[in-house]
């Protein structure tokens, strides 16, 4: 019979490592806020434009929020 033993060292994250791993994840989220509010014009100039103008650009209206993001999200 054998017997095998294994032995690993989890090393804790510092409070520093821990700090920046939160304001990292916080700046990520204000980014994806801040485009999506920037897009906001985009959206309302899109859906203020009659179905004849939508058309011509090829867009139907429940796909304006999809053409307005078409870069971000692969739908």
């Known amino acids: 019979m054998a017997i095998s033993t294994t032995e690993f060292h989890v090393e804790r994250p510092t409070i520093r ?3 920046d791993r939160f304001f990292s994840a916080l700046a990520g989220a204000y980014t ?3 485009n999506s509010r920037s897009r906001i014009g985009e ?3 899109l859906e203020a434009k009659s179905d004849a103008e939508l058309k011509a650009m090829g867009i139907k209206r429940d796909q304006i929020a999809q053409y307005v993001f078409r870069d971000v999200f692969y739908v």
């Open 17 to 19: 490592a821990r700090f």
């Open 43 to 45: 959206i309302r100039a």
């Open 32 to 34: 994806a806020y801040a």
